[in-house]
């Protein structure tokens, strides 16, 4: 089984999807990912571990490092830069998206949902971008493929809210009716890679910094998704 995530900075597959991927990889799953930037508009640490004219260096340095422990066999990278998605037609870097589709034959794709997980202009491109590629790529397979998202049920944003945990920095996060959420990995066997993982991120640790409060507090230990799209093809 093949299996493509795709996202638009370094970081983003270990924060979304990181207990996941591991869980997936170690079941012997070909995971690759897709990941448009290389996150040069992001934080270069605190104290400074680098300069903005080598952050994106050194966060691909970072998604490398972390592709590893979660057992990612490639990264494809866009070539396109950070903050600047969605500047550019969603069908140009759907087409980048589905030549990769074509070369790798996925059996399932994995991106985020229509709110990007956190409302990142970014994310919220990628996930367009992903859907349309996707779409094309399912008329032309010759195999059962799946479209799914990433998402956080309300019921958890609920959660964040009276915890003081939300994050909002974007826009306001909804998350997902609980009711169409139709895949939940219980990644309690893979919640110490996925935090070995976003430690490797080190210019972003106020980000996991954040992270690792919500999951100490809640203790949740659940990734969650939605199955989009699937062909009748077995």
Known sequence: ???IFVFAHPDDESFSSGGAIAYL??????VKL?????????????????????LGKIREK??????KILGISKIYFLGLIDGTLHKIDSKTIAKKVLEIF???????????????????????QMHKS???AFFEYQKISDKHVRLYYTVTPKSLIEQFNKSGLSYNVF????GTDDK????????????????????CHKTQHKDWERFLKRINLLKFRHEYFRLVSENNIV
Do not use: C, W, Y
């Open 1 to 3: 089984m093949k299996v």
């Open 25 to 30: 990889t170690n079941r012997g799953v070909s």
């Open 34 to 54: 897709i990941t448009a930037t290389k996150g040069e508009a992001g934080q270069v640490g605190n104290p400074p571990l680098t300069t903005k004219e080598k």
């Open 62 to 67: 970072e998604l490398r490092n972390a592709a």
């Open 102 to 124: 074509k070369k790798e034959k996925p059996d399932a794709v994995i991106t985020f949902n229509e709110e990007g997980g956190s409302k990142h202009p970014d994310h919220i």
């Open 130 to 132: 992903t859907t349309i």
């Open 171 to 174: 826009g306001k996060v909804e």
């Open 180 to 199: 169409l959420i139709t895949t939940t990995v219980n990644i309690k066997n893979t919640i110490n890679i996925k935090i070995k993982a976003l430690k």
